[in-house]
Each structure stands twice: as structure tokens, then as C-alpha cells.
């Protein structure tokens, strides 16, 4: 879904009349209620009610997106993914519908890139309209901003209500932000990725292997030149890898500089930290480890008495 890394997350639970409306708390955020008839937020089932804010726009495949005004109308408006929209609207006339719960919410628009991408399966109703007549608001909050200070004030004006109304519990949840579906074109790229690499590590370690088996040859006398030997191979698997990352990495920069591939769902996913970079050296060191186990493999079996020859 269109959430950033920072978003906060709550859960209100209250068996007494609670509401409130997006209006409560500020500016420059957005809030979504989430809601889901199956319990998963992994199908054409999903729903979120939007309530407001200044946040990216997500993709849209046609349509528009909602406005402040038709968030807080009571018309139900929605906007569809354009998986769901296939699997779920009706026509009537000229006009697109989604029921829900008995409502019919009138389609603003599809978002999404028109494949199985999590845009493409959810469904956001309008707030104004989800909220008309009703008294009580329990359930799961997602708070989330451009601006950091802002969500943080958000959040707490959430809080605060919550906490000065009477018979009312606010729980504090950990957001852990989730990619869970690729578009077709990436479905596709990744093992046509993964050939390449198995590929790329049999032609290296070959070459590799052959162009210093002389070297092998004579460390293969010795246990302890023997040992050497392996660590040195590793080693060089371990350089060539996290030459690669940093080649990744400026690649990462150099695209995140570029609107369109910045809002898109990869994109706008791809945050480079400190804390990224650490885990993605540490990751790369142990693939690489991993990788070297059959030149490693072929170092071992290496032909001494030939080879010196």
C-alpha cells in the first residue's frame, strides 16, 4: 500500500460512542483506517478508509485520486485498485459503483500500474461517508507523513483524543511496512536475475580458479598454505561482491534522483540509510561466503602433481 517506512500505527478499541474526524489532528498527514473482511491484507479484499492529509498521490491508472473535499463529504466516493475494480464494481449507466456493507460508493478513479501490485488490490473508501452515523471507531490506525514532525503530532493529537475519552483503550503497534506482490515485468526479471548470477559465479570461479592453480598447486603441499589458500579465495568472492553493492548503491542514488522511478512503489520502498547499508554488507558478506564454497570445492579437488607439472 501507499504507506512510507515512518509511518505509525495504532489500534483503538472502545465498546462506547467514539469518533472523530481527520480535522482533529492537524495538517500534513494522512490517516487510514484499515479494514479487512478476511482478515488479510493480501487480496482484493483489502480496505482502508482515507481520511486526509497532505501525502504522494498514489499511482493512477486512470481517474483521479480523492480531494480534501470528498473526503470529508458524506457522498461515498471511493478509489479502486484496478484488480479489484475488475473483480468488484458494477456499472449503472455511465457511472461506476463498490458496495460495501450495504453502501454503494461511487468510483473516482483506478490506481495501481494495472498488475498484481498492492495498488492494484486495494480499495480506499472516503471518510465522511464511511463514519456518517457511526458512533463507535475501533479499530486499526495508520498515521503516516512527508513531514516528521508533523506525523508525530498527528499521532499524538490521535492519542490525546482517544485517551481523554471515556472507556477507551489506545495501543500503540509497531508499523512494519511491506512489499508483498510484484508487477509481472519484475516477476519476470527476477529469475532471469538469479540465471545470470549462477551464471556469472561458474564462468568467475572458473577463470578464477584457473588462473591461479599454479598458486593452488603449490599452497596444496601445505595444510596451512592450504587453509590460506581457501581464505584467499573467499576473500576474492567477498571483494567482487561488495564491489557490486557499491556499484548498486550510486545506481540506487542516481535513480532515486528520478521522479518517476521516486514514486513509484519500488521507488518510494527504497530508502538508503546507514542501518540499510550495514545490513546489505553484511548480507553481501555472507553471499558471497556461500558463493565461494564451490571454488572452494574446486580448490580442494585441484590436481597437485598436473598442475606443478
Sequence with gaps: MFIGH????????????????????????????????????DSDLVRAVYGSGD??????????????????????????GSSAAARSSVMEGDKEYYNFEGVKYRVLGH???????????????????????KKIQSGTYIV??????????????LKSLADNAENVKFYNMV???????????????????????????????????DSISHRIAEKNLSVFLLLSCFFETTGEF??????????????????????????SE????????????????LATVFFAIILSLPAVVFVYRTDTGNKLK
Design 6 to 41: 515512518d509511518a505509525m500505527k495504532a489500534n483503538i478499541s472502545c465498546n462506547v460512542p467514539f469518533s472523530f474526524s481527520p480535522q482533529d489532528l492537524e495538517d500534513d498527514f494522512v490517516i487510514y483506517n484499515m479494514i479487512s473482511s478476511n482478515g488479510a491484507y
Design 55 to 80: 501525502s504522494p498521490e498514489p499511482t493512477m491508472k486512470d481517474g483521479r485520486f480523492f480531494t480534501n473535499e470528498d473526503l470529508i463529504a458524506e457522498e461515498p466516493t471511493c478509489v479502486l
Design 111 to 133: 490506481m495501481g500500474i494495472g498488475e498484481v501490485s498492492d495498488l492494484d488490490v486495494i480499495v480506499m473508501l472516503n471518510w465522511g461517508a464511511y463514519f456518517n452515523n
Design 144 to 157: 503516516d507523513s512527508d513531514n516528521h514532525s508533523a506525523l508525530t503530532k498527528a499521532f499524538e493529537n
Design 175 to 209: 508499523y512494519h511496512p511491506t512489499i508483498r506482490s510484484f508487477d509481472s515485468y519484475s516477476k519476470t526479471l527476477y529469475p532471469i536475475s538469479l540465471a545470470i548470477l549462477i551464471i556469472s559465479i561458474i564462468i568467475i570461479s572458473y577463470f578464477y580458479i
Design 238 to 263: 567477498v571483494c567482487f561482491s561488495l564491489t557490486g553493492m557499491i556499484f548498486a548503491v550510486i545506481s540506487l542514488i542516481l535513480l532515486s534522483s528520478n521522479e518517476s522511478y521516486a514514486s
Design 266 to 281: 519500488l521507488g518510494y520502498f527504497t530508502v538508503i540509510k546507514p542501518q540499510t547499508l550495514l545490513y546489505a554488507v
